[in-house]
């Protein structure tokens, strides 16, 4: 049996599907970041639970 045909259908990362919301609290992030973090822990908190930021709303479900 070949799978040489078959696609491979992968969710999207995270980090593409919401990526320009992630590059606006990126710009916005001015708290101190862990060492190999982009973005600091409170940035990663308001991208979790969702925070309006000048006509972006992050994460909306």
């Known amino acids: 049996m070949h799978n040489e045909n078959k696609e491979i259908n992968q969710k999207p990362l ?10 606006a609290l990126k710009k916005i992030d001015n708290n101190n970041k ?6 600091s822990p409170q940035a990663v908190r308001d991208f979790i639970l969702g925070k309006e930021l000048e006509n972006i709303i992050i994460k909306e479900s």
């Open 14 to 23: 995270t980090e593409e599907l919401y990526k320009e919301e992630l590059e």
């Open 34 to 39: 862990p060492k190999n973090w982009v973005l």
